[in-house]
RNA sequence: GCGCCGUUGGUCCAGUGGUAGGACAGUGGCUUCCCAAGCCACUAGCCCGGGUUCGAUUCCCGGACGGCGCACCA
C-alpha cells in the first residue's frame, strides 16, 4: 500500500488532514475530520476498556499546563533541552554538547550554558564532523522541546504545555494513593493531549507537536508486588532485543511472554506482562501482527528516567514506527517530586508484624543550647539527633562534640538527654516503582489504516476498502433503502435506521446515487457492515426483513427487523458474520469479491 | 534547522506573461430491485507576501505548507 493513497483517502473521506489550512497550514498539527475523530475515540475506549477498567485501575483527567517547577523536578527542563550549532559551510547541525563531550574532558556539556559551550568549541577548535569546517564562532542554540506559556498577566509564572500525560499523574500521586487507600499496587491511567516542539514534524501522524498518548501509570512495591503473569504467559510474541540489533545478523526472537521473562530477556515481569497484554489488545484493535514487534531500547536511547525499555513497534509503509513504550521507571519520578515538592511521594508500607526495635534518641534541652549557641542552635539540635542514630556510643562520657559548619560544638550530655527506647515500628514509608505502558493513539490510529486499507475486485471492478474491526470502525451500520421510488422501501429504511441509532449504533443513512456506489463508499470509510432495504423484505407474509451486508466479502444474510440492532451490536462486540449466516441462511447473490 | 523537489476546484492531475481545462468526487433532476451504470444541469480552484511588468497562476526573491535526504527525536 503506498502511503500517498492513504493520506489522499484520510483527506477525501475526512479522516485526517493538517490543521488550519485556510490559513496556510501548521506544521506539527492534524485536525481528526469526522470519520477520524470516531475512529479514534473508538480505539480510546478500546484502550480504557482494557487497561483502565479490565485492570481494575483508574482513570484521572489533569491539566495540559502545568507550573515549571513541576518541569524542574520530572528533569524535562534540562533533559528536554538540546544544545544546537550549525555548521555555517554545509548547515548540518550537530548536538553541541555531544561535540564538546567527544572532544574534551568535559563530561556533562549539556548542564553548561551556550556561552560555555561556544568557548570551548573555539579553544579546541572543533571542525564540522560533516564536513570539516571550524564552527568557532557559530552561536550554539537551545530548543528545549517544551511549548512555553505565561500563567496570568503581568508578573505570571512561567508554565509548559506538558511533553507527557505521566506528569499530571505524577504530580498528583500524594492524592491519589489516598484514593487507593494507600495500598499498592495501583494503577492511574490518563488518556489526553501532550505537546513536543518538534524541530521537524514529519510523516503526517507520525511526528506532531500536539498528541495523543494513553498512558498507564502503575505504580508498586518493587519487592513485594508481581504481576499475573500467568494471564499472558502463553501469548506469542516477536520481540528484538537489544543484542539483536546491535548484531549484525541480528534475528528476532519468536518467544512467549512467559519464557522471555523466565529467561530474562525481558528484565522486569511488570513490563513483560504489559507487553503481553498490548499485543492482546493490538490484535483486537485490528493491528497485523505479521507487521508488528517488540523493540528493546539501546542503552543510550533510553529517556532520562527509565531503567528498561521496549517499545511496541508497526510497520507502515515499509518503516518500522514506535506506537507505544514500555518503561521501567523505578523510582525515579515519585523520589524526584518527593524531593523538590511539598508533599510526600510515598506510601506507608504496613509490616506484616510490628517490630520492635532500639531507637537512641535524643532531646535537647533548647532552653541550654539556645542561649548558648545563638542562631546555630537548631543545627546541633539536628547535629545531636544525627549522630545520635550513627553512634550512641558518643554520648557515654560527660560531653558530646558535634561539629556544625566545619566547627566543633561542645554539649552536656545532660542536655542533649539522649536515651535508648524500645519503640513499635508498624511500618516504613516507601517510594513505590513506576511501571508505564505508553501509547500514542494518533500512530495507533495510522497503523490500523494502514494496515486495513485493502484493494480487491468486486465484480471485475476495483475497489478499495478498510477492514476496520466492527468495533473501531467509525460507523457501526449503514442503512439504505435499495430504491428511493417506493415509499415503503423509505419509511421503512428511515424506520431501521432510527431504531438502530435508538439503540446506539452509529448509523449512516444514504439514498443517494446506485447502490453500488452506496455500498462503495462505506467500504471507504471501513463501515462493517450495510443493511439494505428492499422489496422482498416488505411484500409476502413474514415479518419485515432486510439484507446485511458484510464489507470484506460483500456477502448478504436477510435478517428481521426485529433482530437487526441485537444482531448488529453482537456483531460489533466481535460475534462473527459467519454465524449469522448460519442462523438466518445466506442471500443468493452474482457478486464475486476476488 | 540545512539541502533538493513540489504546491492549480473536495481529491488527483494538465496548462498559460493577457486570471484556466480534464478526470474522479459532490449537489439537483431523469432513471430504479443489490455492488463506483447512463443522460442533463449545477457547485467549486491558480498557497501567501514582495519585486519585475501595462498586466504575474506563470518569471525573480522571501515565507508558509508538503515530500525526500541530513540533523534531531523521553
Redesign the pocket.
Known amino acids: 500500500m503506498a ?1 500517498s493513497d492513504l ?2 483517502l484520510a ?2 473521506r475526512g479522516f485526517f488532514f ?1 490543521s488550519n489550512g485556510a490559513y ?5 498539527f492534524y485536525t481528526f475530520g469526522p470519520q477520524g475523530a470516531a475512529l479514534k475515540r473508538n480505539v480510546e475506549d478500546a484502550w480504557r476498556d482494557r487497561f483502565t477498567l479490565k485492570e481494575g485501575n483508574r482513570e484521572i483527567e489533569a491539566p495540559t499546563v502545568m507550573p515549571e517547577a513541576v518541569f524542574e523536578a520530572s528533569g ?1 527542563l534540562e ?2 533541552d ?1 544544545m ?1 550549532v ?1 555548521c555555517g559551510e ?6 553541541a554538547d ?1 561535540l564538546v563531550e567527544d572532544a574534551t574532558d568535559v563530561e556533562d556539556a549539556e548542564a553548561l550554558p551556550g556561552e560555555e559551550v561556544e568557548a570551548l568549541i573555539a579553544d579546541h577548535d572543533i571542525a564540522c564532523p ?1 564536513c570539516g569546517a571550524p564552527l568557532s564562532g557559530e552561536p550554539v542554540e537551545d ?1 528545549n ?2 511549548f512555553a506559556t505565561d500563567i496570568g498577566p503581568g508578573d505570571s509564572q512561567p508554565g509548559y504545555l506538558r ?2 500525560t505521566a506528569q499530571g499523574i505524577f504530580v498528583e500521586f500524594p492524592r491519589l494513593k489516598e484514593y487507593a487507600r494507600g495500598s499498592l499496587p495501583f494503577g492511574i491511567t490518563q488518556i489526553g493531549p501532550a505537546y ?1 516542539n ?7 501522524l507520525l ?1 506532531l507537536r500536539e498528541f495523543t498518548q494513553a498512558e498507564l501509570e502503575q505504580f508498586i512495591d518493587p519487592e513485594t508486588d508481581e504481576p499475573p503473569l500467568d494471564r499472558v504467559a502463553d501469548v506469542a510474541v516477536r520481540l528484538y532485543p537489544a543484542t539483536a540489533q546491535a548484531a549484525d545478523d541480528g534475528d528476532y526472537l519468536d518467544t512467549t511472554i512467559g519464557e522471555a521473562v523466565d529467561e530474562g530477556v525481558i528484565g522486569s515481569p511488570w513490563v513483560g506482562y504489559y507487553l503481553g497484554v498490548a499485543q492482546e489488545w493490538y490484535e483486537r484493535v485490528g493491528v497485523d501482527l505479521d507487521r508488528f514487534r517488540f523493540r528493546q531500547h539501546l542503552a543510550g ?4 528516567y ?1 531503567a528498561d525499555c521496549w517499545d511496541a513497534e508497526s510497520e507502515v509503509d515499509g518503516d518500522w514506527i514506535e506506537i507505544a ?1 514500555f ?1 521501567y521507571r523505578g523510582d525515579y519520578d515519585l523520589s524526584k517530586h518527593d524531593e523538590y515538592g511539598d508533599d510526600a511521594f510515598t506510601v506507608f508500607k504496613r509490616y506484616d508484624e510490628p517490630k520492635t526495635v532500639e531507637r537512641a534518641t535524643v532531646d535537647p534541652d533548647m532552653s541550654v543550647l539556645g542561649p548558648e549557641f545563638g542562631g546555630d542552635a537548631g543545627a546541633v539540635a539536628a547535629a545531636l539527633e544525627t549522630l545520635a542514630a550513627r553512634d550512641p556510643d558518643a554520648f557515654a562520657d560527660e560531653t558530646v562534640t558535634v561539629e556544625v559548619d566545619g566547627e566543633p560544638r561542645e554539649v552536656d550530655a545532660d542536655v542533649a538527654d539522649f536515651s535508648v527506647e524500645e519503640v513499635t515500628e508498624n511500618g516504613e514509608h516507601i517510594t513505590p516503582h513506576v511501571v508505564e505502558p505508553s501509547f500514542g493513539v494518533g500512530r495507533t490510529v495510522q497503523t490500523l489504516l494502514a494496515h486495513a486499507y485493502e484493494t480487491d475486485e ?2 471485475g ?4 476498502f478498510l477492514s476496520l474491526r466492527p468495533e473501531i470502525a467509525p460507523t457501526d451500520a449503514a442503512v439504505f433503502p ?5 415509499e415503503r ?1 423509505t419509511d421503512l429504511a428511515d424506520r431501521v435506521a432510527a431504531d438502530l441509532r435508538a439503540a446506539g449504533l452509529a448509523v449512516s443513512y444514504d439514498d ?6 452506496r ?3 462505506q ?2 470509510v471501513g463501515t462493517p457492515f450495510c443493511v ?1 432495504i ?3 423484505g416488505v411484500e409476502g407474509d413474514g415479518p419485515e426483513t432486510v ?1 446485511v ?1 458484510e464489507r470484506d466479502t ?1 456477502a ?1 444474510v436477510r435478517v428481521p427487523v426485529d433482530e437487526l440492532a441485537d444482531e448488529l451490536a453482537a456483531l460489533r462486540s466481535g460475534d462473527e458474520f459467519a454465524a449469522l449466516r448460519d442462523r438466518y441462511g445466506a442471500v443468493a ?3 464475486e469479491t476476488n
Do not use: W
Not at 496556510?24 to 506539527?28: I, M, R, Y
Not at 518538534?198 to 503526517?204: K, Y
Not at 435499495?482 to 417506493?486: C, K, M, P
Open positions: 502511503g493520506a489522499e483527506k477525501r493538517g496556510g497550514g501548521t506544521a506539527g524535562h533533559g528536554f538540546d544546537l550549525a554545509c548547515g548540518a547541525s550537530h548536538r555531544h560533516a530548543f522541546l517544551m511533553p507527557e513536543r518538534e524541530i521537524s514534524p514529519r510523516g503526517g511526528r536511547e533510553r529517556a532520562h527509565a513504550g518503561a468486486v465484480d471492478e476495483e475497489r478499495t435499495l430504491v428511493t421510488n417506493d422501501l443517494s446515487g446506485s447502490i453500488g456506489r455500498y462503495r463508499r467500504d471507504e439494505t428492499d422489496r422482498d439484507t451486508r460483500a448478504q447473490t452474482d457478486v
